[in-house]
């Protein structure tokens, strides 16, 4: 079971969670809810009560861990001075081989180890993900949330007070209505902490491409339907993308105007990205034969930053295996398949505004069993290292 103390501060990059432009100022607090008084203190004693046993679960970033020390660093001297509150920056990795990121509000960030390797040696993808929790520190996050689930309860406990004592009904609808509230306020603050991060790594040196790089790596490690939106923590990666448009336009104007030549820069040259559309599953007639049918995968999908090709695949069957790093090929658990009869692959340059994929399923007696076995798209690199993953729509009545 997971420690008390560590579940205290997951602003952080949950995974499968689903929803969500301008930019504001660190500090700024451009959502609706309460302000942080200036007095306000109940967060950092809290971190500092708990901070003794959370580095007694974690590590300083060390030999591997090195590319994270130095972007974090270099993140930190890009802040503004003089800050109101001082924070302890410090950045620390739990080994606990999952794929997270969380702040707490003294200044000090934990990475989980499966993040952290995932990360590799990719200076820009760290900064992505440190980036957006030292924005929650900053913004003080932790105390907004707080007061604003304060303020949610006192709301609800004077209408159940007022309400008839016969009617529970009424005192379900509130305590429903404070937990939709309650998860919209924070998918506000993480797509906040997300456009305030953008700017912060680009004043830095990295690319803001490695955001939704990050995102799609991390997408690529679930499979299977996202709980429902109305009470998700955190947005989903595909609403992140279409929220932050604005957003990394924004960051990327910043960064090249900082750094002529990309490659010179800190993070070095920005990271493929595809942005892939949902899947689309439609039946066709059979070419073959009359009076048959044949269905047809498609996918729509955008890329940046492409040099050459990459390989679009269609595969059978659902991945349960996760991504070593960010340079690792093909998850270990579905293996080189190409001659089994459970992947079909093509290779794009990508290099159209809108490119579409489309896959002709293989004929069988029963066609909607051939098609339902096809469960998960992937995009690849030139080098087979994964890009973008999707979920195959279910087969329609």
């Known amino acids: 079971m997971e420690p008390l103390a560590l579940k205290l501060y997951r602003f952080s990059w949950k995974l499968g969670l689903c929803l969500w432009c301008a930019f504001s100022a660190f500090g700024q607090q451009s959502l609706d809810g309460p302000q942080v008084p200036p007095n306000f203190r109940l967060d950092l004693d809290t ?137 919209r306020f924070c998918r506000q603050l993480e797509v906040e902490a997300d456009r ?57 104007i910043e960064f090249e105007h900082r750094w002529t030549e990309w490659f010179a820069s800190p993070g070095g040259n920005p990271p493929i990205v595809v942005f892939a559309e949902a899947p689309t599953l439609k039946k066709t007639a059979s070419k073959g034969k009359a009076g048959s049918h044949e269905w047809e995968v498609q996918v729509s999908m955008h890329c940046e930053n492409l040099v050459g090709a990459v390989e679009v695949v269609l595969h059978a069957g659902s991945a349960s295996g996760n991504v070593a790093g960010s340079g690792s090929a093909w998850p270990e658990t579905l293996g080189d398949q190409r001659d089994t009869g459970r992947e079909m692959r093509q290779l794009t340059g990508c290099t159209s505004p809108r490119t579409i994929i489309t896959f002709t399923l293989p004929d069988g007696s029963d066609p909607r069993q051939a098609a339902a076995r096809w469960s998960d798209l992937y995009i690849l690199d030139a080098w087979g290292a994964i890009l973008a993953r999707a979920d195959l729509p279910k087969m329609p009545r």
């Open 47 to 183: 971190a500092g009560r708990l901070r003794p046993q959370l580095w007694a679960q974690s590590m300083a970033p060390a030999g591997r861990y090195a590319p994270g020390r130095l972007a974090f660093d270099r993140l930190i001297q890009q802040l503004p001075q003089p800050s109101a509150t001082k924070f302890a920056w410090e950045l620390r990795i739990v080994d606990d081989k999952e794929f997270n990121a969380y702040s707490s509000p003294d200044g000090t960030v934990y990475v989980e180890s499966g993040l952290a390797q995932l990360a590799g040696q990719s200076a820009g993808l760290w900064a992505a993900l440190l980036s957006h929790e030292i924005a929650h520190i900053v913004r003080r996050d932790w105390a907004r949330r707080y007061l604003y689930q304060k303020s949610l309860e006192r709301g609800s406990a004077a209408v159940i007070v007022l309400g008839d004592p016969g009617l529970p009904s009424a005192s379900w609808s509130d305590s429903q209505k404070a937990s939709e509230n309650l998860a």
């Open 196 to 252: 305030e991060g953008l700017m912060l790594m680009a004043r830095a040196g990295y690319h803001p491409d490695f955001v939704p790089a990050l995102h799609h790596l991390l997408h690529a490690q679930t499979t299977g339907a996202a709980p429902d939106a109305l009470y998700a923590m955190h947005p989903c990666w595909e609403e992140r993308d279409r929220e932050l448009n604005a957003a990394y336009v924004a960051a990327g």
